[in-house]
């Protein structure tokens, strides 16, 4: 059950995909991609709308079986090492937290999916261990200050910061996050991102993440999945990143310029945060 | 037999309030009742199903007359409407109902043809449905020791159910997405809390009655999650405030010469009207409870 059962031996890469090809109902989604992910890496993944972005994180979480291919996870097949991975899973509504302290939820990534309960007496030894690591990364996230106000009252930067602490609470060695910044206001993109980049190179940890807008995650990224036209692949950010590269993409035409301190800023991606409202509905079915 | 009355001395009216049996055997059904409805109603609650509860509630009438017809033993039809309701009700969710539009939508369904079953089943037992008021409005005289003993057992096993499955179920209501990728089976809780949901309600509504049950199933949960922060003090609070109301609406029915279900619903009110706008509660109390 720990965390430890799926690290994978230095150098191995912590996510391999190979010759993958996916087909949901009579579609095939992608095929013949193959992408790697080495431990500790921070890697975004990007692409137009239905072009199988969510497809691929739902195939490394082993809740959907490949047509054909081969995928690695952790060293083992998709879904063998669960509790070595932290999800976190896009838009969520969690409303009926309600008045469920923020703590509480962070607690449903440590123990959440145990059986029974705990027994009282016996058991308070191993309460406080899980009230240590719950204070721990809290502080990780720095959300040690609202941790114990109702979940339901916070802002979406605060529910963000615990989700993602929820999603670290077990020492996973990859995660998974499925448009962390979506919904969020600028600041909080940048802080969110820092933070994952943070916990990323603290812990040793790879991270994987879909995004909508690529910017807020430029100076933070090593590599970039991109999904386009049934097809997937990987390069590191400044050899992806590139006006003609995109433009192909996507299919609309998309700048990217240099600044004068040498980050880089797409300019005029379709995936522009203020067209949100509506995409979500259809993100959400990819 | 003159009418019993309250003596404002405590000690005295409890000894009253147990003197015979039959008040024995409704506290004793009672509180099992409170107990159970109070523990899966906060899940029910926080799942927000209560449109589901409410129509596995009304399956009392296709359930009593079904046992009517049939001459089914004791609460069997009771038991076997709700849990064929809960079945159908726990079909899979349409992949495109994010807003639960269209299963709310199925419930209704399921709730009107569910009550014309039962108006069929009794108009071919050509026979009257005694004891109508007692079964939409609840009833506390007449309780058995088997229904007792079969409240007990039904409880008992839920009970267990809940304390094997209590936390990866809180999981799965809360963030069901998060529980699937962490492995916690959350389709089959989903079916296996409906069953268990169904089977309660059959237990509470022959106390509560078929249209009264939420005092029990509904409002103490909702008032336990108004207050407390945490899972388990939440839930502690829903068992405890129903049994309150359960205690305190059946002593008061003894007393007086209004129905028990009158006691229930007003109790059940006033807890839940404490909670949403007691201003002290909301603040405070909320963090004592926590704490």
């Known amino acids: 059950m720990t965390a430890e059962s799926g690290r994978v031996p230095p150098g191995a890469p912590v996510v391999e995909l190979r010759d993958a090809t996916v087909r949901v109902g009579r579609r095939v989604i992608w095929s013949d991609v193959s992408v790697a992910i080495a431990p500790g890496e921070f890697t975004a993944i990007l692409g137009p709308n239905g072009a199988g972005k969510s497809t691929l994180l739902k195939v490394l979480l082993g809740m959907l079986a490949l047509e054909s291919g081969s995928a690695r996870v952790l060293g083992a097949a998709p879904g063998v090492h669960r509790d070595a991975i932290g999800y976190l899973p896009q838009h969520r509504d969690l409303a009926a937290a309600g008045r469920i302290q923020g703590r509480e939820i962070v607690r449903l990534g440590l123990t959440g999916a145990h059986w029974g309960i705990p027994v009282p007496i016996v058991g308070r030894r191993r309460r406080r261990d899980e009230s240590g690591r719950i204070d721990e990364v809290l502080d990780l996230v720095d959300a040690r200050a609202y941790a114990d106000r109702p979940f339901g009252e916070l802002s979406g930067g605060e529910q963000q910061r615990l989700l993602i602490a929820q999603a670290v609470v077990r020492h996973p060695a990859l995660l998974i996050l499925d448009e962390p910044l979506d919904s969020l206001d600028l600041p909080n993109q940048a802080a969110v991102v820092r933070l994952i980049r943070e916990v990323c190179s603290a812990q040793n940890v790879a991270a994987l993440l879909v995004a909508h807008d690529v910017n807020p995650l430029l100076p933070a990224l090593d590599h970039v999945v991109y999904v386009a036209n049934g097809r997937a692949s990987q390069g590191p950010v400044r050899e992806v990143i590139t006006t003609a590269n995109l433009s192909d993409l996507f299919g609309v035409p998309i700048e990217v310029l240099s600044t004068s301190d040498g980050r880089l800023v797409v300019v005029g991606q379709p995936e522009a945060p203020h067209h949100h409202g509506h995409r979500h509905e259809y993100q959400g079915r990819e | ?291």
């Open chain 2, 1 to 291: 037999m003159t009418s019993p009355s309250a003596s404002w001395n405590p000690v005295w009216d409890l000894r009253q309030l147990l003197a015979y049996p039959f008040m024995v055997q409704a506290f004793a059904a009672g509180t099992i009742v409170a107990v159970l409805a109070g523990a899966v109603g906060w899940y029910m609650v926080l799942r927000r199903q209560t449109f589901a509860g409410h129509t596995l509630s009304t399956m009392a009438f296709p359930g009593a007359a079904a046992g009517l017809l049939f001459a089914l033993p004791g609460a069997l039809g009771y038991y076997l409407a709700c849990g064929v309701a809960a079945v159908v009700l726990a079909r899979r969710p349409d992949a495109h109902d994010s807003q639960g539009g269209i299963q709310s939508a199925r419930i209704g369904t399921v709730q009107a043809v569910g009550l014309a079953v039962g108006f069929v089943l009794l108009a071919m037992s050509h026979g009257v449905l005694g004891g109508l008021d007692g079964l939409l409005f609840g009833s506390f005289l007449g309780v058995t020791d088997t229904q007792v003993w079969v409240l007990a057992a039904a409880a008992a096993a839920i009970l267990g159910i809940l304390v094997v499955v209590g936390r990866p179920l809180l999981f799965a209501s809360l963030d069901p997405e998060a529980a699937a990728a962490r492995g916690v089976p959350v389709r089959t809780l989903e079916i296996g809390f409906m069953l268990v949901l169904g089977v309660t309600v059959a237990a509470a509504t022959q106390i509560t009655g078929a249209l009264l049950v939420f005092a029990v199933l509904v409002s103490p949960a909702a008032t336990a999650q108004r207050v407390a922060g945490r899972p388990i003090a939440s839930m502690v609070l829903s068992v405890a405030c129903a049994v309150m109301i359960v205690w305190l609406s059946l002593a008061c029915a003894y007393f007086s010469p209004f129905p028990l279900g009158f006691f229930t619903t007003t109790f059940a009110f006033l807890a839940y009207a404490a909670a949403r706008w007691g201003r002290l509660p909301r603040r405070r109390a909320g963090a004592a409870v926590v704490a």
